[in-house]
């Protein structure tokens, strides 16, 4: 074994990168190496356009740099359509030197739209109006000369599709093309079907639905958003031996005809009728005379951009739990799980039987099946058997969020006959998973499992309020609280930067953001707030925060440069609309969404609607001014200095009375005033105290929305009220975070009390049960509960803190992991009767600064040895809070062990620590 080794070569974030528009690729690697302390001295990256780099188009050279993640590709232009081959080889600071890499691959598509040769097609009397018509299939036949070296299909519909050839499906994802600010943007995916193809003849199949492009979409039952009409674009290329290619491409040669798919929609399910299956219907030599002519469709190819984000697949499959019979007499499956995707029933059924699967997420208080809150939402999927063999099915088209499902139409079958004829598919984008957390108390465990849940399905390509009701859609607010927490459970950087160029594709001339992205909403007359614009603080503000948090995570400085002037332009809007420029006190406002502190039928918390806006304001004034420091716009930087100097002045004026206290007396109030560096000093001190009060003369409770929670642990712990934001995180009764597990949750809840302690319901009207926004908590639980933080002056963890915040002996232990850009982080720490433990992981090529909390120097021992002689371990120095070090890679995995030193109150004081 080579002493430096490479691992895990990414191309634009993914390996083996099938089908990308991006011109000009970054790559990224991980280094492995025994040695501590290793960092990356230089590289040396090959491109090829075969395998074996014979005749490499682009060679570096060993080129001295530290950089191991989104490097660049310097070499000659792409071309579309071929694969590329790289590896990479590094040398170290200590003068070893890698060998080659594995080769890696990436492969282009079509780097301009106008190379598209293909036509749209639609089925002739494809013209949905407010009613969906039944699923369409089309299909045409072709011959090839020889046996092919390489073929793949280019395609996208608009609606969802999906293919065939020569009766087998193309590739394992789903909903395709997935959804996007169609008008704007609009993806095609790629898929390399060398293996379906044989000589002579082949046949191509589609099957063509509604889903969010002419489907019904948003509460108000309106369908057809994009386009009334369902059409499908395909190229097949193949390529021969001989070299020469030959392209197979939808035209007005395609026949259509209805298949056994009556009915499909997002939020209603499917109806399909087996009865109506045309057995060979993708396959050559069938018979398809009484099928249809189909006819080209005017649609444009300039808004057609490649797959960005990682596919939705199926994921894992669950079994049912057990068969419930309810007092009503219901008969249902419960999965144990409240998840999103589909059922699949594996059953031998007569001919004729009518299944009936109804989905849901709870059971109400007598135990009967509740479907209210899915409101018009029908999450219906039914099957009418044909009778011969096992009927194998689940719906194409459609997905459900569910954790309990009704079942009609089998009352011949026993139980176990139920249990065994059914799964549960769990459907998301398929993220890479990269983070883990884990403590001494299962309940928090549990939290965290429902977080991982929450954001598995509500990631369906684009981030989602909610899966159940008929909503389902991107809400800015929403996706900018959780963005942080979800780049620590998955690799996001994909699905963000798609939908990151979806919300400046959809942001209106004047920098509002709408509500939701992709922007349905505005559409339609009755969603308008009152001559209103559909745009509010906390939510529109995902424009900025979102953008600078793939900036921090993942370094993607490229990406804060493409959203730059969107980032700006809400700034301006915002500017724009106070009575004063540096308040923004007018308009429509979500405010601290759903906060317990709301008047009665109100959704609205008490927090001052102004002081919220002009907050969040500042708080993107400041990101702007950060961002242009980062991409060298100078007199921006000072443009979005002095802005943020005023409204922090009118801010001040506004809202802090002269001696210094909030004057609006919120929990969550304080939270962003301390959360956003609004106060100084003394008034920081005494904000901070009185949100400690406010939490603490309500018995430790929270009272937050949509707004404060995600920032509430964070403040406390950060202005020396550690413990009081350990006593919330571990708080069981309502309100809490884990007043939902206690309840059995599996799923983040959209209210604290969507189950109240009487087992109630809150109203039907807005109950979701899996909504990730108060899954937010989960950044605090890895940066501050278990310490694994990155130091912002460098990004993608880069510059690790490995800072544990212990939680005064209420939990024993505490550990995360994540696989970052440059590799595996760990901070994983024990506590019991005052002895301390850490055990840390740190990549090569990043560096950690290690704060020990209650430490000496001098009494540090790792295995037994003193610290200062431990390979690794760099400068260490003493401070009241304890000992600070720093730490080269390697593991350490031989603990850390020391003595709490009684100082609690220089602790609290030395943590008062300056945010701005
Ligand atoms: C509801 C949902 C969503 C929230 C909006 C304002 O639709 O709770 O999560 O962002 O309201």
Known sequence: MSELELEQLVCEYRTELLGTDCVIPRFGWKIRSEKRNTRQQAYRIQVADAADFS???????????????????????????????YRVQVWDQFGRQSQWSAAEWWETAFLDSREWQASWITPSDDTTGTVSLPVSMLRRTFRLKTAVTSARIYATAAGLYEIYLNGSRVGEEWLTPGWTSYQHRHQYQTYDVTEYLCEGSNALGIQLADGWYTGRLGWDKQSGHYGKQRAVLLELHVRYEDGSEETVCTDASWKAAEGPILFSGIYDGELYDARKEQPGWSEDGFDDLDWQETIVAKLPYSQLVAQ??????????LTPQQVIHTPSGDTLLDMGQNMVGRVRLNLHLSAGTHLILQHAEVLDREGNFYTGNLRSAKQRVEYIAKGAGVANFASFFSFQGFRYVKIEGLSELNDTQLLQGFTGEVMHSAMEPTGQFQCSDERINQLQRNIVWGQRGNFIDVPTDCPQRDERLGWTGDA?????????????????????????????LDGSVPFVIPNILDNNAANANEGQTNT????????????WTQYLCYGDERLLGEQYDSMKAWVEYIRRQGDNEYLWNTGFHFGDWLALDAKENSYIGATPLELIATSFYANSVRILRDAAVVLGKSPEVRHYSDMLNR?????????????????????TAHVLTLMFGLVEGQDRERTARELNDLVVNNKYHLTTGFVGTPYLCLVLSDHGYHDTAVQLLLQDNYPSWLYSVSQGATT???????IKPDGTFWSDDMNSYNHYAYGAIGDWMYRYLAGLD????ETAYKMIRIYPRFAGGRLTSASARLESPYGAIESSWTEEEGRRTLEVQIPVNTTARITLSGAKLGRLTESGNPLTDVEGIGAME????????????????????WRVQKCSLLVRLASMKRIG
């Open 55 to 85: 005749r490499p188009i682009w060679d570096t050279g060993r080129t001295e740099s530290d950089y191991s993640i989104q490097v660049e590709y310097e070499g000659p232009a792409l071309l579309s359509r071929t694969r590329y081959y």
């Open 308 to 317: 960005e984000n990682w596919p939705v697949r199926v994921t894992e499959i």
């Open 480 to 508: 900018q609280v959780f963005i942080r927490t979800a780049a620590f459970n998955y690799q996001v950087a994909p699905f963000f930067g798609k939908w990151l160029r979806d919300l400046e594709a959809d942001q209106r």
């Open 536 to 547: 509010s603080a906390a939510w529109g503000d995902a424009a900025v925060i979102c953008p």
């Open 647 to 667: 409204i922090v002045e009118a801010f001040r004026r506004e809202f802090v009375t002269p001696a210094g206290r909030l004057a609006a007396p919120t929990q």
């Open 748 to 754: 983040i809840w959209e209210h604290w009390d969507g």
């Open 790 to 793: 990155m130091d912002e002056t």
């Open 878 to 897: 003493e401070s009241v809070e304890g000992v600070q070090l720093t730490a080269g890679s390697g593991t350490y995995r031989s603990l850390i062990r």
